[in-house]
C-alpha cells in the first residue's frame, strides 16, 4: 500500500512539472500565431486591428490582460479581464504562482533594425493550477483505492495461505503433554504436504523422534549410573589407601624434582657458555670474508659492480652484528665487555644501518628518514661498532612496531656532547611498560610478542651498552601515539663539520627547483643540506635553475609529462630503472633514505660535472642493445639485483617492477618478450596482475612465468590457474632461468625483437 501511494505521488510530481512546461508552451504559442499580426499593427498604429487581436487573445481562459506598448513604454492597445477566483486559488497560487507575464518585442521583416514597440501578455495560473489539482486529486484518490483493495486481497490469500495453517500447528503444539513431549507428532495440514509448511512440520517430528531416542539412551545411562555409584564406593576406599601410599612417593619425586633443577641450571648455564664460543667462532670466518669484501670494494669498480658488493657487505655487516649481540649478552653477563676507542664518522654509521634497513621500511610501506645536522663532526673517537649496535637496534625496534607513518632519526652535536634521536609513530607504550621495557624479556602487552615477535633484548643490550660508554638513554611514548628514543653519548670529536665541501658554482649560484610536497617527510632534510651547501632552494617555477628536483610520486602520476624543463631533472624517491621502465627517459634518481654523499654525487653528475671516485652511486647500467626483452616484477631489492644480473649476462634487456600495478604500468609503455612474476607483492600481487593483463587481448599470448619461494604442494596449480604459464623457484639460478626463459620466447621472439 506504501509503494502504491509512494508512485502515485511520483506520478503527481511529473504531471506538475509537465503542466507547467506545458502552460509555458501553450502561451508562448499564441504568441507566436499573434507576433506576425500584431508587428503589423504597430507598423500601421492601427488601433482597432490592435483591439481585435487583443480581444481574441482574451478569449483564452488563461489571459487576463493583453496590450501593445510603443518604443516609448506608451500604450497603443489594451484589453483586461478579471481573475478568476475558486476555493483552491490559494494551492494553485502556491505550485504556479498567481499570475505570469510574457513579452514579445516586434519588428517587421523589411524594417528589422527598428523596433516598434512589445506585445505584453499576462495570464492568470488558476486555469492550469485547478486541472493539475483535479487530476491530481483524482491519481492519489484512485491509487489510494486500488492500493487498499490489493492490501486486504493480499491479507486474506496470506491469512488462507499461510497464517491459519501455522495457527493448526501452534494449536498442536499447545495440546503436547508436558510429562512426555516426545511422544506427540504434529499432523500436516491438509493441501500442505508437499510445500514449505509440510516441511516444517516433518522436521519438527524429525526431532522428536531423535528426542524420544535420546530420552531412552538417558534413562539407560542413569540406571547403569546407579550401578556404577555403588562400585564407585568400594574403589573410593581402595583408593584412599592408594593416595597415601603415592603421597610418600610425590615427596621423594619432589625432591627428585629439586634435584633435577639444579641441573637444568646448570646445563643452562653450559649452554649458554657454548652459545657464545660458538658466536665468536662463527664470526671469525665471517669477518675474512667482510675483510675481502672491503677489499673489493678499494679498488676500481663498476656501478652494478660496486652495488652488489656493497649490499654483500651490509648484509654480512648485517648478519655479524646478530653475532655480536649474542657474543655481548654473554660478555655482558659475565662482565667482560670492552669498548674500542676508534675515529669513526657517525654520520656514515647511520646513513649504513638506515639504508640496510630500508628494503624492511619499504615492505610495509613506511617512511624512513634520515634527519642528521649538516653540521654534524665529521670523525668522532668512540666504538663504531658499539654505536650501530645501538643504532641497528633502536631503528630495527622502530620499524618493527610501526604500522603506518615513519621511524625518523636525528643526530646532532652541542657542548661536547651528541644526541641520537629515533622517532615513530607506531602503536607505542603505556605507562607500565615504561617502566620496565629496558628490562630483560621485557616487551609491550601480552600479544606483543606473538603478533611482532622478538626476544625482548634488544633494548637491554642499548642500555647497557649506552651505560657503558657513560652516557644515557631515555624513552617518551604514549599509546597508538609512537615512541621516542633518546640517546645522548659523550662522544671526543675529532675533526669538525667541513663549512661546504661540495663545490658546484653553477647550483651555488642558479639554485634548485624544488618541486617536493611540504607533506614529504624527506623534504625538510634535503632543504637543511642544499642550505648548508650554499646552494638557493627555489619554487617549481623558478626561473632558471641549475637542476629540477621533484618526487617520485609526480613523476609517475605524470604531473611533469607536458612541461618542457630546461634544466636537468632528478628525481627523488624509487630505484632509477622502475621509473625508466614507465617513462623511457634516462634520470638521474636520489634514492631513500637521504644519503649525503649520493645527493652530492647525483647533483654533480647531473649538471655536467665529473663522478667522485669511490662514491656510492645508483645508477643502473644501460640495457644492452641485444637479446630478449625481459620484465622482471619482484618487490625485494636483493632479488631484483640478483635476478637482473643474471639476466644480463644471459645477454637479456632486463626492466625492473616493484609490484603488479608497475608491471602493468610498464607494459602500456614497452613491448617485452617474456614477464618473470614474483607471486607474493605489496599494491598487487603476482596471481591479480597476471588476471588483469590476461584480460587485455593484447597481452593474452605474452609468457609469464611465476618466481616464487612458495614450494608447497599447490601452488604451481594457483600459479597457472591464474593464467601463468610457468613456474619456477627461488633461490636463483641461472641455468633454470635460461632454460626457461627460450622455452617460452624461443627463436620467433628473438626474430620479432629484431623486426622491431
Known sequence: MLLGILLNMVQVTLDYFNARHTMDEEIRALMDISYSPASQIAYNIDTRLAKELLDGLLRHPAIVDARIVDPDGRVLAASTRESSDSTYRMLSDFLFGPNREYSENLRVPQLDEIPLGRLEVRIDTHHYGTAFLSRAAYTLVSGFIKSLVLSIILLFIFYFVLTKPLLRVIQALREVEPKAPEKVRLPVPPNHENDEIGQMVGIINQHLDTIDSSLDQVRLAESKMKHYSSKLEREVEDRTREISEKNEALQRGNRALIKAKEDAVHRARSRANFLASMS??????LNGVLGMLSLAL????????????????????????????ILDISK?????????????????VIEECATLLSQQARSKQIDLVIDLDPALPETYQGDPTRVRQIVNNLLGNGIKFTETGEVRIRARSRNG?????????GIGMGEETLRRIFSPFSQGKADTTRRYGGTGLGLTLCRQLVERMHGQITVESRENKGTHFTVLLPLPVRSPARDVEFNAPALQRQGVALDISHANPHRLPLERQLQAWNIPVLAPDGDSPAAYLCDTAAWTRGALSDRRLSCPLVLLGEPQQSIRALSGKDLRVVSLPLRRNQLEEVLRVATGGSAKPNIKKDEIAP???????????EDNRVNQIVASSM?????????????????????????????????????????????????NPGWREMPIIAVTANVMQGDKDDCLAAGMNDYITKPYNKQELQKVIERWAGNNATSSQASN
Open 280 to 285: 665468536h667462532e662463527i664470526r671469525t670466518p
Open 298 to 325: 678499494e679498488g676500481e669498480l663498476e656501478p652494478s659492480q660496486r652495488n652488489r658488493l656493497e649490499i654483500a657487505y651490509n648484509a654480512g655487516q648485517s648478519l655479524l652484528s646478530l653475532l655480536n649481540d
Open 332 to 348: 655482558v653477563e659475565a662482565g667482560k665487555l670492552n669498548l674500542e676507542a676508534i675515529e669513526f664518522s657517525l654520520r656514515d
Open 417 to 425: 656532547e651528541t644526541r641520537i634521536d629515533v622517532i615513530d609513530t
Open 623 to 633: 640495457r644492452p642493445s641485444e637479446g630478449l626483452n625481459i620484465l622482471l616484477v
Open 647 to 695: 639476466l644480463r649476462k644471459l645477454g637479456y634487456r632486463v626492466d625492473l617492477a616493484e609490484n603488479g600495478e608497475r608491471a602493468i604500468a610498464a607494459l602500456n609503455h614497452s613491448n617485452y618478450d617474456v614477464v618473470l612474476m614474483d607471486c607474493q607483492m605489496p599494491v598487487l600481487d603476482g596471481y591479480e596482475a597476471t588476471e588483469r593483463i590476461r584480460r
